[in-house]
T-cell receptor
Framework: AQKVTQAQTEISVVEKEDVTLDCVYE???????LFWYKQPPSGELVFLIR??????QNEISGRYSWNFQKSTSSFNFTITASQVVDSAVYFC??????????FGKGTTLSVSS | GAVVSQHPSWVICKSGTSVKIECRSL??????MFWYRQFPKQSLMLMAT?????????EQGVEKDKFLINHASLTLSTLTVTSAHPEDSSFYIC???????????FGEGSRLTVL
């Protein structure tokens, strides 16, 4: 069965600090996809990244970076030099081929100025 | 990128009434659509998987007679909350898949408040 664990419920940082959001997943399939979404207070889900199980290359996009390690079943997300606008709930999600996304419980990030 | 649109964005209704939420894929054909529910400060929970032209598959614990899902075309799925009660107040989000293993796109969500 699929499972996504985001152990950090809430994180508070001060602007310009780096912050890492952890995500650990479980799946029996060899083909699967991992996602990160941002959900601001308005509620809509903002897509951040999708990774397939065969691509372990780390990714950097501006201040965002992702570290995918199959050996530890983790897909962690780091925000460098955090900003107040980064405050939101962040969800890690997993889908196996053709299935729905299963979400973790989310991590609420609060960035203060 | 592909767009999935939900309507209405928010709705307030009286207890006992039924509410219909639409999910449309605007620029692609969606063979499969998914419906999620999100209670305040909680995660998104999958309610059902909707395949065009066939009956929806509901997750355990979701009442299929209460949450009616219709996926009559490749661009439209509807969720009807029948005889709504205050405990059905929630944020409902749909997603649509492009093809069988393609990208998954989310709608903006519909916030239901039952008085």
């Amino acid at each position: 069965a699929q499972k996504v664990t985001q152990a950090q419920t809430e994180i508070s940082v001060v602007e310009k600090e780096d912050v890492t959001l952890d995500c650990v997943y479980e799946t029996r399939d060899t083909t699967y996809y991992l996602f990160w979404y941002k959900q601001p207070p308005s509620g809509e889900l903002v897509f951040l990244i999708r990774r397939n199980s065969f691509d372990e290359q780390n990714e950097i996009s501006g201040r965002y970076s992702w570290n995918f390690q199959k050996s530890t079943s983790s897909f962690n997300f780091t925000i460098t030099a955090s900003q107040v606008v980064d405050s939101a709930v962040y969800f890690c999600a997993l889908s196996e081929l053709g299935t729905a996304l299963i979400f973790g419980k989310g991590t609420t990030l609060s960035v203060s100025s | 990128g592909a767009v999935v649109s939900q309507h209405p964005s928010w709705v307030i209704c009286k207890s006992g009434t039924s509410v219909k939420i639409e999910c449309r894929s605007l620029d692609f054909q969606a063979t499969t659509m998914f419906w999620y529910r999100q209670f305040p400060k909680q995660s998104l929970m999958l309610m059902a998987t909707s395949n065009e032209g066939s009956k929806a598959t509901y997750e355990q614990g979701v009442e299929k007679d209460k949450f009616l899902i219709n996926h009559a075309s490749l661009t439209l799925s509807t969720l009807t909350v029948t005889s709504a009660h205050p405990e059905d107040s929630s944020f409902y989000i749909c997603s649509a898949r492009q093809g069988t293993a393609g990208e998954l796109f989310f709608g903006e969500g519909s916030r239901l408040t039952v008085l």
